[in-house]
């Protein structure tokens, strides 16, 4: 309902998008959260919200993908996202990038790729070193 409602701008509706997938992941609820991001990402008018939002939205379902026991997807999703980033600061662009070379890691050793995600990891630690991603890899 407020979707159609003026006073919700865009903008206002993607941020609380991302706080109820936040909400539905931490109560154990991730397909729901990854249907709903999902959805929100392909919707029409979905280019034209804000960078960072859709750049954390594009990780958010990489790593829903992931946690729901979907690591195919996981690995497609992780592998796009850095299309995603265009438009961002930098910091903010070198973070997300780092996070979703994570969760391609993880979706390598979730196929049972072992060799590919240590080679990512690698990857990860010397092109992001000190990023946030580096030290949890």
Do not use: H, I, Y
Request: proline residues 4%; charged residues 30%; hydrophobic residues 50%.
């Amino acid at each position: 309902r407020l979707a159609t409602d003026a006073r919700f701008d865009p903008t206002t509706r993607w941020q609380a998008e991302w706080n109820l997938a936040r909400g539905l992941q931490a109560a154990g609820q991730g397909e729901l959260a990854l249907a709903r991001v999902g959805r929100l990402r392909v919707e029409p008018g979905a280019e034209t919200r804000p960078a960072a939002l859709r750049a954390r939205l594009a990780w958010l379902e990489a790593k829903l993908a992931r946690e729901t026991g979907r690591p195919e997807d996981a690995l497609r999703l992780a592998r796009l996202a850095p299309e995603q980033f265009a438009g961002l600061e930098a910091p903010a662009a070198r973070e997300l990038a780092g996070l979703s070379r994570l969760v391609a890691a993880e979706a390598f050793f979730d196929l049972g790729r072992a060799d590919e995600a240590v080679a990512e990891l690698q990857k990860l630690r010397a092109e992001l070193a000190g990023s946030e991603a580096a030290l949890q890899s």
